[in-house]
Nanobody, 118 residues
């Protein structure tokens, strides 16, 4: 069984920083793309950033230049460094990964709350 466990959310003032972590565990053969999504109250879940196993990244326009996604393949972990946070970044942040066990499937973490106060 594969699990994604997130950590690092919390309450921060506007302009502050947070670092999210997401560790994958279980019977993992290979992890392909990993990423972060977020969902604010009353809104649809949206892409924040993704990273391939080779390190290529994609960012949502709203976070480009402020957020940095990275991964440690040896630890099966993906990170999201969030700087210059704004109140509109407030959301539940979800980790996402495409993981090969026998076949490749998409997995989600349980979510971690990020709240940015003005």
């Amino acid at each position: 069984q594969v699990q994604l466990v997130e950590s690092g959310g919390g309450l921060v003032q506007a302009g502050g920083s947070l670092r999210l972590s997401c560790a994958a565990s279980g019977s993992i053969f290979r992890i392909n793309d990993m990423g972060w999504y977020r969902q604010a109250p009353g809104k649809q879940r949206e892409l924040v950033a993704t990273i391939t196993s080779g390190g290529s990244t994609i960012y949502a326009h709203s976070v480009k230049g402020r957020f940095t996604i990275s991964r440690d393949n040896a630890k099966n972990t993906v990170y999201l460094q969030m700087n210059s946070l704004k109140p509109e970044d407030t959301a539940v942040y979800y980790c996402n990964a495409y993981i090969a066990v026998v076949t490749t499937s998409q997995y989600w973490g349980q979510g971690t709350q990020v709240t940015v106060s003005s």
